[in-house]
């Protein structure tokens, strides 16, 4: 019994320590708010915003609420966030597998690779892209296009817009590729483990992907137009380009840096996991003829994963906080539209700043939980 109220007692006095300070701290709040005749309340959320933002995914002008410039400011963060990973992601992984290699060129250029940026302040990244490489682009009447449809200008990248035709139907075909997908590989998985034959899934995924998507347009009536950009003049010496889809050189920026930055640590994420197999495995592997992009694939990275998984997910979480920096160049995420213009129009510091602290932790634990449930998903169960 004594020893239960030891064990019990501290954790107690933590619990009541923790209740003190955040009570301390919201009493004196008040007081200050109430001396300064400062309303604490969430109403404002549904006045007008009465800023604009440059660039937007969903329509949104002056006019509307804080809570729907809330909204529109937390997908330009998402945005970011998503892209970020994924190309930090595919970068890292090569990079990674890279600096493992036998070629001497390749070795090197990977290391040199992941030396040079991650030593470089993230900011300092993003004040390169913007200013230095992309304000060094030409303006819109003297661009020249990529592609032939598409054209980089210091106004952003102007790339064709895909104008669709029953996009319903072209989107259950490509559901329905996806399912198939996934069962094909349960299937596959089953097949290896019990007569060992392996499947080409690579070029069964790819041809599931392109004939059921391929015949919604043959039999479901799809069509899909693209809306290419052109260049017109709206002054005597201001031009821009109509039609298409603008990305603005900001997200290209903040894109751009995070994803080198990131895919830095990615890379000796990976290269940890892959170090951490021991040799005798891909010995038994080679000596069972299996190729080397065989032992990469089927021994060394299944197992390679259940390292890689937990670090890389803190770099994820990372990733996502750090595209705070991207007020540094005024691209209207979270933090400049709701932490920065909304809260110097409004006033509301408590409360504003709560929500955007809020709505990060919950991106970050969002994130983690979903690397935590594919860390347990592919981990190696003892029976």
């Known amino acids: 019994m004594n020893n239960k109220i030891k064990r019990i007692i501290p954790q107690l006095l933590t619990i009541l320590f923790v209740v003190f300070v955040f009570g301390f701290f919201t009493f004196n709040a008040q007081v200050n708010m109430d001396n300064r005749g400062i309303d604490f309340g969430f109403g404002f959320l549904k006045q007008e915003a009465s800023f604009d933002m440059q660039f937007t995914l969903l329509d949104y002008d002056g006019q509307d609420s804080y809570l729907w410039a809330y909204v529109v400011a937390l997908l330009n963060t998402l945005l970011v966030s998503f892209l970020g990973i994924i190309f930090c992601t595919i970068l890292g992984v090569i990079i990674g597998v890279a600096r493992l290699s036998s070629n001497y060129l390749i070795r090197n250029s990977a290391a040199w690779y992941v030396e040079f940026f991650r030593n470089i302040p993230l900011l300092l990244q993003i004040f390169f892209w913007y200013y230095a490489a992309l304000?060094?682009?030409?303006?819109?009447?003297?661009?020249?296009?990529?592609?032939?449809?598409?054209?980089?200008?210091?106004?952003?990248?102007?790339?064709?817009?895909?104008?669709?035709?029953?996009?319903?139907?072209?989107?259950?075909?490509?559901?329905?590729?996806?399912v198939s997908i996934v069962f094909i590989r349960i299937y596959a998985k089953k097949l290896q483990e019990k007569e060992g034959k392996q499947l080409p899934l690579i070029y069964i995924s790819l041809a599931i992907l392109i004939i059921l998507p391929g015949l919604s347009f043959l039999v479901g009536g799809v069509t899909l137009n693209f809306e290419i950009p052109v260049l017109k003049q709206l002054a005597t010496t201001s031009?821009?380009?109509?039609?298409?889809?603008?990305?603005?050189?900001?997200?290209?920026?903040?894109?751009?840096?995070?994803?080198?930055?990131?895919?830095?640590?990615?890379?000796?994420?990976?290269?940890?996991?892959?170090?951490?197999?021991?040799?005798?495995?891909?010995?038994?592997?080679?000596?069972?003829?299996?190729?080397?992009?065989?032992?990469?694939?089927?021994?060394?990275?299944?197992?390679?994963?259940?390292?890689?998984?937990?670090?890389?997910?803190?770099?994820?979480?990372?990733?996502?906080?750090?595209?705070?920096?991207?007020?540094?160049?005024?691209?209207?995420?979270?933090?400049?539209?709701?932490?920065?213009?909304?809260?110097?129009?409004?006033?509301?510091?408590?409360?504003?700043?709560?929500?955007?602290?809020?709505?990060?932790?919950?991106?970050s634990l969002a994130i983690a939980a979903l690397m935590n449930w594919y860390n347990k998903k592919i981990e190696i169960k003892e029976k």
């Open 239 to 363: 031009y821009i380009y109509e039609g298409g889809v603008r990305l603005p050189p900001e997200l290209i920026a903040l894109v751009l840096a995070l994803s080198l930055y990131t895919s830095t640590f990615v890379a000796e994420c990976v290269r940890a996991g892959i170090q951490g197999i021991s040799k005798g495995q891909k010995e038994a592997a080679a000596s069972v003829g299996l190729t080397p992009n065989q032992i990469l694939k089927l021994i060394i990275m299944p197992q390679a994963l259940r390292i890689i998984i937990p670090p890389t997910t803190n770099q994820y979480l990372n990733l996502t906080k750090n595209s705070s920096l991207a007020a540094a160049i005024a691209y209207p995420d979270l933090v400049l539209v709701f932490a920065g213009t909304a809260l110097m129009q409004t006033g509301k510091a408590i409360e504003i700043v709560g929500i955007t602290m809020l709505t990060y932790l919950s991106i």
């Open 135 to 178: 304000r060094a682009l030409p303006l819109p009447e003297g661009a020249e296009p990529w592609f032939g449809v598409t054209y980089m200008t210091i106004k952003g990248y102007y790339i064709p817009a895909m104008i669709w035709q029953n996009l319903n139907i072209f989107m259950y075909c490509l559901i329905a590729a996806v």
